[in-house]
């Protein structure tokens, strides 16, 4: 789905996803369009409806990707503190999701990822390896992967750098 304005989107645990941001204007040697590639690790949506109280001090939780127009006075989205004045917050991300043309602009990709984490015995006295966040890559940027301008040299025992080692082909059995 090719998008034109400023826009937010929901995952769906179900089917998991990823997003593209493309430049229209720039192929790679195979004529692919350049851009990256964001890719979320399981991440939990937000279940609250628009319209709860506390939704306006975290409106960032609304959507698991946003996109929008760079501008150098939407640096941030809110302030700090907002999630302790749930009744009077100073950002809403509607206001930066105003509907803006995108096209052949500098963006802005707000990601939101969260998990949910139900606590038990086994948490105490710390809780262990709970975690979630999302890859950015390059996607169709390059013409070719880049691992074979890699220098042919490995670090060996006692820190050394080596050679590798001889390539022999695989003895086939009968």
């Known amino acids: 789905m090719a998008v034109q304005t400023e826009s937010g989107y929901k995952a769906n645990p179900l089917e998991p996803k990823y997003w593209t941001i493309v430049n229209e204007n720039y192929r790679n040697h195979w004529g692919a369009k350049r851009g990256y590639l964001i890719s979320p690790m399981a991440t939990s949506t937000q279940t609250q409806v628009d319209s709860h109280p506390t939704l306006g001090a975290v409106s960032f939780t609304k ?43 500098d963006l802005v990709a707000w990601v939101t990822v969260g998990f949910v984490h139900i606590p038990s015995s086994e948490d105490v006295p710390m809780t262990v390896a709970v975690e979630t966040g999302f890859t950015l890559k390059p996607y169709n940027f390059f013409d070719r992967t880049e691992i074979f301008d890699v220098p042919q040299t490995y670090t060996g025992e006692y820190g050394l750098d080596e050679s590798p080692p001889d390539f022999r082909k695989c003895r086939e059995t009968d």
């Not at 939407?74 to 509607?94: A, I, N, T, V």
């Open 63 to 105: 959507y698991n990707c946003a996109v929008s127009k760079r501008k150098e006075s939407e640096q941030f989205l809110d302030s700090l503190f907002d999630c302790f004045r749930l009744d009077s917050p100073r950002g809403d991300f509607s206001r930066i999701l105003d509907g803006e043309n995108i096209v052949n602009e």
